[in-house]
Nanobody
Framework: QLRLVESGGGLVQAGGSLRLSCTASVESLAQIAIYWSRQAPGREREGVSCISSGSTMIQYADSVKGRFTVSRDNARNTVYLQMTGLHPEDTAVYYC????????????????????WGQGTQVGVFS
């Protein structure tokens, strides 16, 4: 059973940076694509990014392009989301998720609720 755990959230001033981590409970993280999504207060969850198993396919939502960078260290069983130039609008709970596939196939960058999801990590950006 795949279990994902996010960490690295916190409170940061606008323009600052944070790095989120998503760690998997299984050694097969290297075989699967990881999605990042976020949900702001009072808003629907939205897809942020996806990285394929071999990092050959990387996708971003338009709202974060040029500011967020996703990467992975399969030896550490971890996927990272480096967030720079943060805006107050980036305030949300950030989740990592996976369908169990190795490539990014979801145009919305957001797996179904029945797929594998972490519990989320809170990011707050103040101006």
């Amino acid at each position: 059973q795949l279990r994902l755990v996010e960490s690295g959230g916190g409170l940061v001033q606008a323009g600052g940076s944070l790095r989120l981590s998503c760690t998997a409970s299984v050694e097969s993280l290297a075989q699967i694509a990881i999605y990042w999504s976020r949900q702001a207060p009072g808003r629907e969850r939205e897809g942020v990014s996806c990285i394929s198993s071999g990092s050959t396919m990387i996708q971003y939502a338009d709202s974060v392009k040029g500011r967020f960078t996703v990467s992975r260290d399969n030896a550490r069983n971890t996927v990272y989301l480096q967030m720079t130039g943060l805006h107050p609008e980036d305030t949300a709970v950030y989740y990592c998720a996976s369908t169990g596939d190795g490539i990014c196939t979801i145009p919305t960058l957001m797996p179904q609720s029945g797929d594998y999801w972490g519990q989320g990590t809170q990011v707050g950006v103040f101006s």
